[in-house]
């Protein structure tokens, strides 16, 4: 009986290992925590697929449970924002919004979305009218059996000058403020075949930032993202131990990626074979040795007399087309991994590996565990990534379940997401909207839960990037730039009673810019909210919100804001 029970809990480890990474060979690609196999969050496009193991089965315990929730609304505030500290501005302003909030869950269908467009109207202090559109959302629809149609979207604002994403930045003037819009979608496949995991996969994502105001005077931008399309395609085919004492992958794919700033391009593609030996019910060891290669090219900006780079009227730099494209990263080669993965029980699992990509030494890992009212996931990655690609790769890592969490006051979306799978957070992509590539590495911790009648969560992490430009560019000296973002994101919330609800969150950033003459930035904010339910579809809402904000050079701030308005809910 004891030999039975240690053979299932052995089929049970490898089944997870091999489902888990069946499709995973688009992570061979990225440093991202949203893309890695490695990563921290419960998703992914492998995981999201097939879920693996036990989280394809919570998954259909989850369809069984069929639940449509589409509640269109629109809204009216009242706002003021008092600078605290320096010159004692107060300024007044009335917001008009409409959006939709969506949860849906069926047999073949899972979507989790917010969408808001904000417009503003000044009153007082000299606040100029202004609009916005922001949003996320992540769904999946099953077409087959095995076959799932994923995509995702991203509307927010971040900072013009891409000195970190800062989330009160836009309490105010509004000044120092772009729009970014990123949206992926594609296939993906994950089914036993014969005895074999086969899995498959093709990914599109598009990234476009609009600059509303340029930098401001005294401020050095790095080179300031615009648009770019990306491309991945992966499949891999395997078997898990039983005719072999182990269990093995083949796998490959292809990725590019094509900027418009510089005319950037990322071009890589890699083959490799991996094996999972179990040594214990609880244990196995991993390996994989494969050839990867990638290279990285973009053109000169155009240089003014003195051999300055000229930049348009949003601070981005002008394409030489007359020079031809140079490289800024070029690698091609033998890779390979080794690691381990520890599952001492359903709910907990640990893998940790080190191996040799891009002509260095790499480190990557995870931790999860999920009990019935909570989950923790914690992910370390390290790889080449950039902004666009990073988004794309972050969105496709989400649930596709959780509560979207809004800025009380400015409905601003907040980068990170806690529902009943899990969490996640776009935070250390949103760090920086340089156009650069980068070697990306860092870590990230998500933990979301309901308890007590209250539901938590929590996102922080670190992140590293250092650029990859041309040696011999005009712009070579922000070559090996090195940029460090740290991140913390609280969130908690409450049914008070049948009619009304409390929601309270937190903040932190802090971004270390490398760039010569950049400043370093951080920014923190706590804001409280309560709704009441007055007739119908009408509820009552009031928040406040106190933001604090400091760059190096500049005067810091204290802003304390306060709203009041109306939502009817259709």
Not at 107 to 120: H, I, K, P, Q, T
Not at 150 to 170: I, K, N, Q
Not at 311 to 331: C, M, V
Not at 459 to 472: I, S, T
Request: glycine residues 14%.
């Amino acid at each position: 009986m004891r030999t039975k029970t240690t053979m299932r809990r052995v089929g049970t480890l490898a089944a997870l290992l091999l489902a888990g990474t069946a499709t995973s060979a688009h992570a061979q690609f990225s440093g991202d925590p949203g893309s890695s196999g490695d990563a921290p969050s419960a998703g992914g496009p492998a995981a999201s697929s097939s879920e693996g193991g036990r989280s394809e089965a919570r998954a259909e315990r989850r369809r069984a449970k069929k639940q449509v929730n589409v509640s269109p609304y629109l809204e009216v505030g009242q706002v003021l924002s008092a600078d605290l500290k320096g010159d004692g501005d107060v300024l007044t302003y009335t917001t008009l919004a409409a959006g939709v909030d969506a949860s849906i869950v069926t047999r073949r269908a899972e979507l989790a979305g917010s969408v808001r467009y904000e417009y503003r109207i000044g009153e007082s202090g000299g606040l100029g009218n202004s609009s916005s559109l922001s949003g996320l959302a992540r769904g999946r629809i099953e077409a087959a059996r095995g076959l799932n149609l994923e995509a995702g979207a991203l509307a927010t604002r971040t900072r013009a000058d891409g000195y970190g994403g800062d989330t009160g930045v836009f309490l105010r003037d509004g000044t120092n403020v772009s729009n970014l819009y990123s949206v992926y979608a594609g296939p993906t496949f994950a089914r036993r075949i014969g005895g074999l995991d086969v899995g498959a996969g093709y990914r599109f994502g598009y990234t476009k930032i609009d600059v509303d105001d340029p930098t401001p005077p005294g401020v050095t931008a790095q080179d300031i993202f615009d648009s770019s399309t990306n491309h991945v395609a992966w499949a891999s085919v395997g078997a898990r131990p039983g005719d072999l004492p182990f269990g093995w992958q083949v796998s490959g794919g292809y990725q590019r990626e094509d900027a418009s700033q510089l005319d950037q391009r990322y071009e890589g593609k890699f083959a490799r074979a991996d094996v999972t030996v179990p040594i214990g019910p609880t244990l196995a060891l991993l390996g994989g040795v494969g050839y990867e290669d990638i290279e990285i090219g973009q053109r000169d900006p155009v240089v003014d007399a003195n051999g300055v780079p000229v930049r348009d009227a949003n601070g981005r730099f002008i394409t030489d087309k007359s020079k031809p494209r140079e490289l800024s990263f070029d690698t091609d080669g033998l890779i390979w991994d080794a690691g381990v993965m520890w599952q001492p029980n359903r709910r907990t699992a640990l893998t940790a590996k080190v191996g040799r990509r891009y002509g260095d030494t790499i480190y990557t890992g995870s931790f999860t565990y999920r009990a019935n009212h909570a989950t923790l996931s914690v992910g370390v990655y390290d790889g080449l990534s950039s902004f666009a690609r990073g988004l794309s790769s972050g969105l496709a890592a989400l649930p596709t379940q959780f509560d979207p969490i809004r800025n009380p006051v400015d409905g601003s979306i907040n980068p990170c997401v806690f529902g009943d799978q899990g969490g996640g957070c776009l935070a250390n992509q949103l760090g920086n909207t340089t156009t650069a590539q980068f070697r990306n590495r860092g870590v990230q911790a998500v933990f979301s839960s309901r308890l007590g009648g209250w539901s938590y969560g929590v996102g922080a992490g670190y992140d590293r990037r250092k650029l990859l430009l041309p040696g011999l560019s005009a712009i070579s000296d922000l070559n090996g730039v090195i940029d460090e973002n740290y991140y913390l994101f609280l969130s908690a919330g409450r049914q008070l009673d049948r009619d009304s609800d409390l929601t309270l969150a937190a903040y932190y950033n802090y971004f270390d810019n490398g760039a010569p003459g950049a400043a370093n930035v951080q920014s923190a904010g706590v804001s409280a909210a309560y709704s009441r339910r007055l007739w119908r579809g009408l509820t009552g809402h009031a928040a406040a919100s106190l933001t604090a904000f400091d760059q190096e050079g500049f005067n810091s701030e204290l802003i304390g804001s306060a709203l009041v308005g109306m939502r009817y809910s259709f």
